[in-house]
């Protein structure tokens, strides 16, 4: 225990955005203003989205993007139960139920073979959502929505920089909600987008960022602006702050190098541990893709390691390194099953997979000596050479 603590995550911020997030606490404007602006101009051009709406998080944006679509009570919205427990919430706070398609066991998204028998005469949208970083396979889900007249509402939380043939999330397809959390691909301490090809839609989703009003603190304070405005329709307080911004407009620079040194990480975890037999590792579709590596997730097969994922948590804590858990099958949360009825059984893939997944170290300050460490804990714990 004589080496200091390795997190399975941490975010990497250069002394340019430092810099920036000082400048911008000097200028006296830290609320929505230029540097938000600026911040949503550079992921318009990086994500090819004619529409972005910078917000305080991603659930912020899965919520408007699906109170724009106006639900009405006994809509529903299909998901899938391997993900964080926003993906579900926000269907329940915009009116809708939320119904649940089993993921396929090899990349841990929505089975989209599942997804047709899984729509109703009630279904309004489907929310797939891009599990670690790797795309949901769109085609045959955009051609079931299309087919049904159904809206699309991605949830990229994992996925800034993920391509699905040869395409940048956001720049095709429907709406896309990105998160910047700490321990995401890129951070601006909390935050996220939305991303839209729908005018009418972000023009909504804008009215309801910031109380319904119709104009911002900038186009209100700033020399030419008016402090006069309306209330069209009653909003939030989910507007992205220009501090958020100062880091995200440096964060986005360096974006895809950071997902570079991710891929080199999973690469050599998943050359180092093939063969484990007390491992499942993740596995490549066949469609072509750019997979942005948010986490990379083991399954620990406890009938041969001889314990379980909790057990292993544990072993590799007191080898001084951190892991993460992503995630539990939501459905089998209490608020769940006593609202909506699910119980153990009702998918089995994300059940199992929720019982023994467990998240390894990857971020992008990372060293492969780092690495090596996670390595030599591992053996040890499974008894192996290291």
Not at 239 to 260: E, S, V
Not at 289 to 296: D, E, G, S
Not at 324 to 339: D, I, K, N, S, T
């Amino acid at each position: 225990m004589s080496e200091e603590f390795l997190p399975f995550s941490r975010p990497s911020i250069s002394p340019e955005a430092i810099a920036e997030v000082v400048e911008c606490l000097k200028s006296g404007w830290i609320t929505t203003g230029p540097r938000t602006k600026r911040f949503e101009e550079d992921l318009k051009a990086y994500l090819g989205a004619p529409q972005v709406l910078a917000l305080t998080s991603a659930t912020a944006g899965l919520h408007l993007a699906l109170l724009a679509l106006e639900l009405k009570p006994g809509d529903e919205v299909i998901t899938t139960p391997l993900t964080f427990a926003a993906t579900l919430n926000v269907i329940v706070l915009a009116g809708a139920k939320p119904v649940l398609v089993d993921v396929d066991p090899r990349t841990f998204n929505m089975d989209i073979a599942r997804l047709e028998a899984a729509i109703t005469p009630r279904t309004r949208a489907i929310m797939p959502v891009h599990f670690a970083g790797l795309p949901v396979d769109l085609d045959p889900l955009y051609a079931l929505a299309q087919k049904h007249k159904l809206r699309v509402v991605e949830d990229a939380a994992h996925a800034i920089g993920t391509e699905y043939k040869g395409k940048r999330l956001g720049s095709f397809g429907d709406t896309q909600v990105f998160s910047f959390h700490p321990n995401k691909n890129m951070t601006t301490g909390e935050g996220g987008c939305i991303a839209t090809r729908d005018a009418e839609l972000a023009a909504r989703m804008a009215l309801l960022r910031f109380h319904g009003m119709d104009r911002e603190a900038w186009d209100r304070f700033g020399k030419k602006g008016s402090q006069h405005y309306e209330i069209v329709l009653p909003g939030f307080k989910y507007n992205m702050l220009d501090m958020q911004a100062a880091l995200g407009l440096h964060q986005l620079k360096a974006l895809d190098g950071f997902i570079q040194r991710r891929t080199e990480l999973a690469m050599r975890y998943q050359k180092h541990l093939a063969g484990w037999k007390e491992l499942t590792l993740p596995q490549a579709p066949a469609y072509a893709h750019r997979h942005a590596w948010h986490l990379y997730t083991v399954l620990v097969n406890s009938e041969t390691a001889g314990f379980d994922r909790d057990a292993f948590m544990a072993k590799m804590k007191e080898h001084n390194i951190g892991t993460g858990l992503h995630y539990r099958a939501v459905h089998l949360y209490p608020y769940y099953r006593e609202h909506y009825g699910f119980k153990s059984g009702d998918f089995p893939h994300a059940e199992r997979i929720g019982d023994s997944i467990v998240s390894l170290p990857l971020f992008p300050a990372m060293t492969d000596a780092d690495q090596e460490r996670v390595f030599r804990a591992m053996a040890d714990i499974f008894g192996r050479q290291a």
